[in-house]
């Protein structure tokens, strides 16, 4: 009984420790969901709860500077990230197959240079990656972003995907072999339903990362026209001028919408994923 | 050899693929843009039966800012009045906040992909032109097309002559404001001439604590370094505080003089105590009692000129002087500037656009304030006829521009040597130094050994 009791009662202080940092950890969101629905002179005043419920703040956002309204930004934004997700999945799985399962001439030296681009750092390329995508042309489009993706791109996926095949019996491949299956066959029939984790991993890290990506759509998109919404979302804030913070709070949760609907439909598997795969977000 | 063929063949097909995909999403984002050009096919509508020849003279210029929501709205309607005026124009938005805009513009000017016209700020001139001295146009060429007439010789020689080429030009002007709120001027019996010198500000100032021991001159954080001491050393020595070459250009004895004032406005009252101050750090407007009519002024920038509800009463006085200073010290500067690339296959076009915003009556008056008080003598005039700026700002840069004080030089990092000198000036203020001169040593070693190690860090 008094043992039951003990252990009843420190269940009861890790859940209020937990819910406390909980709450510590949301508070910005909660704040930033509360502020939206103020007014903008109340936003930077004490009180959580706004005085008075306003809508104005999503009516008034969602227009944007005039120009161009959110449901534009927002269809671009989907209109880069989606392929992106898309062919990052295609290739990188594709690529790590390879790396995973076969054994051919220059592996480790294409191995090393894999691994040697996830190691660069960003700052480096900027500037070169620029130029060669101005003279290819591809400036002001989603291309630069897009076309990466389909050729492997992103070497943390290779490298995250390699990890997880390497976790899956290779006998299970052999078998399949056995019964004449091709290794075309085997990537897209046995390995890649096993490695559903990984997959949905990736989609989500992939979605998240471009969705968020403010510097590289700064740098390659010009027309306002063609906007993401990272952009969109600055588009209003500058450092002299006053700025209306609910429009902006208020777009800001729309468009970080899309990724907790992701995230939620998609857990189960996500954090399967990482455990597996040893990644963290 | 059969997994070489296979892996070739896959190879090949990927690539097939590729292509195709990429050409379809090229012609996507084709129509993407033909889609949103919908000003271009109103345009080409306008024009009419000379439909040929517009479409043949259609002249494409980029035009890129930053900024937020009123100087965007503003801009686009100049834009969008301008391209009707000019069926044959087409301008390109290209706007956005101010994160990231220097590195936009920093890797487009290295690819050669800057936009025709470019809204710049003025500290990163010196980078790009030492650069290369030919990113943007020469704006002298243009005599026909845009008038350098409006502009002061001496703000464009400051700001905009790089390399002996006028390279930009000022969109608007920021200058130094002794911001004042007359209502408690005149309850506290402040009484100031045409000419306010230190001294008077001292004298005439302490009034106002003395009427009501809650009430201040002066409503100002510890950035009275810049407002008072720096200014009072520019007007005192006429020399920069720190040289180009990375050396004090004032001595102990000025630091002194100059120390000894900052801590009399403390002593007698004039300015607000740091204890209540610094709550209020980096935004003074917020203390409750400057809207109370609880403080006299401040010394601040014109661009802050309308951080306060006083209504009638807030006035714009001239900035305190000393006797017979050379250097005004009353520090102007461009809030932002307009380039044109070197690269723009339009150059002509893009310099009458420029002198449209800048010039033309039309362009004044859609703009108005949103890039600051017009730097041009005419658009300035013209706004204040018809109420269109806020007069205590545009008063701030009329006083200034009469006499503007040089410049100051522009030394990397002289941030943190400034910030060393604050806190010196601050500890002075709290007594923790015996008088002024041990202050005013202590600072004048401190800046120096701070700027050596700066200068080694530079070479």
């Given amino acids: ?281 | 050899m059969k997994k070489l063929l296979t892996a070739a063949i896959a190879a090949s097909l990927t690539s097939l693929f590729l292509a195709g995909c990429g050409g379809g999403s090229k012609t996507g984002s084709a129509n993407l843009a033909t889609e949103n050009d919908s000003s271009q096919t109103e345009v080409a509508k306008q024009a009419d039966g000379k439909q040929d020849t517009a479409m043949g003279d259609l002249v494409t210029l980029r035009f890129s800012w930053w900024g937020g929501d009123s100087r965007h709205k503003a801009t686009l309607a100049c834009i969008d009045a301008y391209m009707k005026e000019n069926p044959n124009i087409k301008i390109e938005a290209e706007y956005g906040g101010f994160d990231g805009y220097q590195d936009k513009i920093s890797a487009a000017l290295a690819g050669g992909t800057e936009a025709d016209i470019m809204q710049l700020d003025q500290p990163w001139m010196s980078t790009f032109t030492s650069q290369n001295p030919d990113f943007f146009a020469d704006l002298t060429q243009f005599g026909d097309q845009l008038s350098l007439e409006g502009f002061s010789k001496d703000f464009l020689n400051d700001f905009c002559v790089y390399n002996g080429k006028t390279v930009c030009l000022p969109t608007g002007t920021n200058a130094l404001d002794f911001l004042v709120n007359k209502k408690v001027l005149e309850e506290a019996g402040v009484e100031f001439g045409n000419v306010i010198t230190w001294e008077d500000l001292v004298e005439q100032g302490k009034k106002v604590n003395q009427a009501n021991p809650d009430n201040y001159m002066i409503n100002m954080d510890n950035g009275i370094t810049f407002y008072v001491t720096r200014i009072y050393l520019y007007q005192m020595t006429g020399k920069q505080v720190i040289n180009e070459d990375y050396t004090l250009g004032i001595t102990a004895e000025d630091l002194e003089k100059a120390m000894t004032y900052t801590k009399r406005l403390f002593d007698e009252k004039v300015i607000v105590p740091y204890e209540e101050s610094m709550i209020f750090k980096g935004a003074p407007q917020d203390n409750p009692k400057w809207n109370n009519d609880q403080f006299g002024s401040w010394l601040n920038w014109s661009s802050t000129a309308d951080q306060q509800s006083w209504g009638a009463n807030a006035e714009t006085l001239r900035y305190p002087t000393l006797e017979g200073c050379v250097n005004s010290g009353v520090l102007v500067r461009p809030s932002q500037l307009f380039a044109i690339s070197n690269n723009s296959k339009h150059k002509e076009e893009a310099a009458k656009f420029l002198d449209y915003m800048l010039n033309q009556d039309a362009g004044i008056l859609t703009l108005k304030d949103c890039r600051s008080i017009p730097a041009c003598d005419y658009a300035r005039s013209l706004l204040e006829e018809k109420g269109l700026i806020y007069e205590p700002a545009s008063k701030a840069i009329a006083f200034a521009m009469e006499n503007p004080g040089t410049p100051e030089s522009n030394v990397t990092n002289s941030d943190e040597v400034y910030d060393a000198l604050a806190s010196i000036i601050e500890k002075l203020v709290y007594g923790q130094y015996p008088d002024a001169k041990a202050a005013a040593d202590d600072a004048y070693q401190t800046m120096s050994n701070m700027l050596e190690t700066i200068k080694a860090d530079a070479q």
């Fill in chain 1, 1 to 281: 009984m008094t043992i039951q009791r003990r252990k009843l009662k420190n269940k009861a202080i890790n859940y209020i420790i937990l819910m406390a940092v909980a709450v510590i950890m949301l508070y910005p969101l909660i704040w930033m969901v509360f502020a939206s629905f103020k007014n903008n002179q109340e936003i930077f005043q004490a009180a959580l709860i706004p005085s008075k419920w306003t809508l104005s703040g999503y009516i008034n956002g969602w227009k944007g500077s005039g120009q161009y309204t959110y449901a534009t930004f927002f269809k671009n934004t989907f209109l880069m990230v989606l392929p992106m997700v898309l062919f990052t999945v295609i290739s990188a799985s594709f690529v790590a197959f390879g790396f995973a399962r076969f054994q051919f001439w220059g592996k480790k030296v294409f191995f090393a240079i894999m691994m040697a681009c996830m190691m660069l750092p960003n700052a480096v390329m900027i500037i070169p990656r620029y130029i060669m995508f101005k003279d290819m042309g591809w400036l002001n489009s989603y291309l630069p972003f897009i076309i990466p993706c389909i050729f492997g791109g992103g070497s943390f996926f290779i490298f995250m995907f390699m990890q997880f095949f390497r976790g899956i019996p290779r006998e299970l491949d052999e078998s399949a072999y056995v019964d004449g299956c091709s290794a075309f066959m085997v990537y897209l029939r046995i390995v890649m339903p096993l490695a559903k984790p990984a997959v949905f991993s990736a989609m989500i890290f992939q979605f998240m990362w471009s969705w968020n990506d403010f510097f590289g759509p700064l740098l390659y998109i010009n027309s306002v026209g063609k906007y993401p919404l990272a952009l969109g979302l600055r588009m209003s804030m500058d450092v002299n001028m006053s700025v209306s913070w609910n429009n902006i709070l208020a777009m800001a949760i729309v468009s970080v919408l899309p990724l907790i609907v992701l995230f939620f439909t998609a857990q189960k598997y996500f954090v399967e994923g990482v455990a597996a795969t040893g990644i963290k977000g």
